[in-house]
């Protein structure tokens, strides 16, 4: 089986632009996750998302969201892009959610943000 | 709001000794989640425990999962250089609706 694929995997926006992400998870799999990783903050919970509803939330301000498509595949959106949204952003795709509780996570190979 | 706290930060062993990562909840977790990042590579899962006191191996690694399962920890014995990487426990809080908090992870490097 494929893995989760994430593109692009490097993007360089200037702040204030916008930038949206794409993540494909595993066939089969049916809840999508996406985590910021940076060195000073690990990984962050940003949200899940299953059958096309958000799941769960981290906390994050409203410049950052996303959706689920029908296929199950992912995108990410950060408008009003700062300095600080800087990051590895990585997609996790699960089975699906088992009596309610997060399953485990296949990580794709992340999208390297840099805002400048 | 709840939090998974790992120790230490960093880890600096010689091959052949052995580590340890510890990981604290301060809430009781569902069950926890570890996971290896090797430099430069994305999160990968090692294993997950879900009963009080669970312990579980894979070859050099040894997994513990508290009795209040709060606490847990990973321990590898005789290190090796392919063990290089940063170890992640992830713990699921129930009450959260099901959301995996991960604790900041512990970095390991190996001296040959």
């Known amino acids: 089986k494929a893995g989760v694929t994430q593109t692009p995997r490097y993007l360089i926006k200037t702040r204030g632009q916008q930038v949206t992400l794409s993540c494909s998870p595993i066939s089969g799999h049916r809840s999508v996750s996406w985590y910021q990783q940076t060195p000073g903050q690990g990984l962050q919970f940003l949200f899940e998302y299953f059958s096309e509803t958000q799941r769960n939330k981290g906390n994050f301000p409203g410049r950052f969201s996303g959706r689920q498509f029908s296929n199950s595949r992912s995108e990410m959106n950060v408008s009003t892009l700062e300095l600080g949204d800087s990051a590895l952003y990585l997609c996790?795709?699960?089975?699906?959610?088992?009596?309610?509780?997060?399953?485990?996570?296949?990580f794709g190979p992340g999208t390297r943000l840099t805002v400048l | 709001g709840q939090q998974v706290m790992q120790i230490p930060q960093y880890q600096h062993v010689q091959e052949g000794e052995d580590f340890t990562t510890y990981c604290n909840s301060s809430t009781t977790l569902s069950n926890i989640q570890w996971y290896k990042q090797r430099p430069g590579g994305h999160p990968v899962f090692l294993i997950q425990?879900?009963?009080?006191?669970e312990v579980k191996k894979q070859k050099r690694l040894t997994f513990q999962f508290g009795e209040a399962k709060k606490n847990s920890s990973l321990h590898i014995t005789a290190t090796q250089t392919t063990d290089v990487g940063t170890y992640f426990c992830a713990g699921l809080i129930y009450n959260q609706g099901g959301k995996l908090i991960f604790g900041q992870g512990t970095e390991l490097s190996v001296k040959p």
């Open positions: 425990l879900v009963k009080s006191g």
């Open positions: 996790a795709s699960s089975i699906l959610p088992a009596q309610g509780l997060t399953d485990t996570q296949y």
